[in-house]
C-alpha cells in the first residue's frame, strides 16, 4: 500500500489511549479466509461503509465488509462524537458559483438530511450512544468573531430553515459556558454522541439484514475483470460485482491508483480528563453539555459527557511520529490548561489521535470512481463525519442499487477529486497552510 505518513500513523499506536474503547465491548469477528463471492464488496467498517453496507442488505444485495483491522478502528471509532452540520467546507456563495442556486440548496439540505439519519438510525435499532446537546454550539475567542456571529442568524435561516440563537459574552456565565469567550451563537440541530457504540450498534444491524463484516483484512490488491472485481485480502479472495472504497483518511494512493494525490488526511488530537466533581465543574464556570467549537481555523472542539468527562480535541498535527504524537498531546494539553484554568490539575488519562480527511475543492466525492465501471468511493468529510459519512453510505446504497430514492445526492459531491499539488508530496503544503491558519487566529 502507498500511503503519506509513516506507518506509525495506521499502525495502533495513535489510539492506545483512546477513552471510547473503554466505553463498550466490540465484538470479535473472524478474518476472511478463501475464496468468496458476493454483490458488492465494501473496503472499511467505518460509517460510510458500514452503513452503505446496512442499507444494502436491507435492500436484499449480499454484501462484505472488509475491514482491516476492526469496526470502528479508523476515524469513526475515535473521533469526537459531534454529530452536526458540516462535511463541506465552500460558503453558499462559493457553492452557488460552482453548482448554482439550486446546487447549493441541495448540498444544505444533505446537511440536515444527515443528522436526521442517524437520529432514525438511532431509533429504528435502539442503539444506546450516550445521546445529548441540545445542538451545537460555536463560541467566539475575538470580539469581531461576535459580530460575525450576529451576521449569520440569517445565513442560518436561509440555508437551513432553522432559528439560531446568540448568546452575549455578559451571558455565558449563565448558561454554564464560562471560558474566556466573547459570546457564542447555538444551531438548534445535531447532537453529541459516543461514536464506537454509534459504530458498533451500526454494524450489529447490519449483520442482522444479511451483510457479512470481516476484521482483520486488509486488502492488498483490486482488480477489474471482465465479470466484476477480485479483491486479494493475506488470506482469501473476494469476487464482487461492484466494489465500494470506504477507507477516508486511511485511503492509500493505490487502492484504487485514482486516489493518488486526491485525498490529504490531517490529524486531529484528543485528550479526556477523569470525571469532573461538581464542585470542580462550578469552580470553571462549566456546566453546559452543549457540544462545543471555537472560531479559530485550527479548532478546538471539546463537550462535557454524560458522565462529566471533559473531552477536548484540536486540529495540526503534522508528522504522525510517536514524537510528534506527544508533542500534539502536550499543545492540546496547554490549550486545555489556558481555556479551563480551573482545571489545570485534572488528569487526562485517556489521549488519542486520528485522522481527518480534505479534499483540493473542499467538498465530499460520492459516487463511482471515473472510468471504472462498478467501483465507487465515498470520502473527505473534513471533520464532521458522523452525520455525514452515515449518509454518504446511505447514498451509496441508493446509487448501486439504482433505485428511487428520497434522499438529495447534491451536485458539489457528484464533482471528482481533483489532485493537490505536489501529489504524493502533498503533505508539504500543510505546515505552510498551518502557519497562515495560525496567523488568522490571533
Not at 480535541?313 to 500534539?328: D, F, I, K, N, Q
Not at 446509487?399 to 464533482?415: E, F, G, M, T
Request: charged residues 20%; neutral net charge.
Amino acid at each position: 500500500m502507498r500511503r503519506i505518513y509513516p506507518e506509525f500513523a495506521y499502525s495502533d499506536g495513535p489510539r492506545a489511549g483512546c477513552w471510547w474503547d473503554e466505553t463498550c465491548i466490540a465484538p470479535e469477528r473472524d478474518a476472511l479466509t478463501g475464496d468468496h463471492q458476493c454483490d458488492v464488496a465494501i473496503i472499511g467498517g467505518g460509517f460510510t461503509g458500514i452503513s452503505a453496507a446496512l442499507h444494502l442488505a436491507e435492500a436484499g444485495v449480499s454484501v462484505s465488509v472488509l475491514e482491516s483491522r476492526f469496526v470502528g478502528w479508523g476515524a469513526s471509532g475515535r473521533n469526537g462524537g459531534f454529530c452536526c452540520l458540516g462535511g463541506g467546507l465552500l460558503s453558499n456563495a462559493a457553492l452557488e458559483k460552482a453548482f448554482g442556486r439550486d446546487g447549493r440548496a441541495e448540498w444544505r439540505a444533505a446537511e440536515l438530511a444527515s443528522i436526521r439519519l442517524v437520529e432514525e438510525l438511532i431509533d429504528r435499532f435502539d442503539l444506546k450512544v450516550d445521546r445529548h446537546s441540545q445542538g451545537e454550539t460555536q463560541l467566539a475567542h475575538r470580539p469581531r468573531d461576535y459580530k460575525t456571529m450576529q451576521k449569520e442568524l440569517s445565513y442560518y435561516a436561509e440555508s437551513y430553515g432553522i432559528e439560531a440563537r446568540l448568546t452575549p459574552k455578559a451571558e455565558l456565565e449563565n448558561e454554564g459556558l464560562r471560558a474566556g469567550f466573547e459570546g457564542a451563537i447555538t444551531v438548534p440541530v445535531g447532537f453529541g454522541l459516543n461514536p464506537r457504540k454509534y459504530i458498533i450498534g451500526l454494524a450489529a444491524a447490519a449483520e442482522n439484514a444479511g451483510a457479512r463484516v470481516f476484521h482483520d483484512t486488509p486488502v492488498t490488491d483490486l482488480s477489474r475483470h471482465a465479470d466484476g472485481f477480485r479483491l486479494r485480502t493475506a488470506s482469501g479472495t473476494v469476487r464482487a460485482g461492484k466494489v465500494i472504497v470506504a477507507t477516508n483518511g486511511y485511503s492509500s494512493d493505490d487502492l484504487p491508483s485514482w486516489f493518488a494525490g486526491r485525498y490529504m488526511p490531517t490529524q486531529s488530537s484528543i485528550i479526556v480528563t477523569r470525571p469532573l466533581s461538581q464542585s470542580e465543574l462550578g469552580a470553571q464556570g462549566w456546566t453546559s453539555g452543549q457540544a462545543c467549537y471555537d472560531t479559530r481555523h485550527l479548532l478546538h472542539y471539546f463537550r462535557l459527557m454524560p458522565d462529566n468527562r471533559m473531552l477536548f480535541g484540536v486540529r495540526g498535527g503534522l508528522m504522525a511520529t510517536p514524537g510528534s504524537e506527544a508533542r500534539a498531546i502536550r499543545r492540546a494539553r496547554a490549550d486545555f490548561d489556558a481555556m479551563f484554568p480551573a482545571w489545570k490539575d485534572v488528569e487526562t488519562p485517556h489521549t488519542w489521535s486520528g485522522m481527518v480527511c480534505i479534499a483540493r475543492q473542499r467538498m465530499p466525492f460520492v459516487g463511482q470512481v471515473p472510468d471504472v465501471p462498478g467501483l465507487y468511493a465515498s470520502l473527505c468529510y473534513h471533520g464532521n463525519g458522523v452525520a455525514m459519512a452515515s449518509y454518504c453510505g446511505a447514498l451509496l446504497s441508493d446509487i448501486l442499487c439504482d433505485a428511487p430514492s428520497a434522499r438529495v445526492y447534491p451536485k458539489a459531491v457528484r464533482r471528482p477529486l481533483a489532485r493537490f499539488e505536489l501529489g504524493r508530496y502533498r503533505r508539504a503544503q500543510m505546515p505552510v497552510a498551518y502557519a497562515g491558519f495560525a496567523l488568522a487566529d490571533r
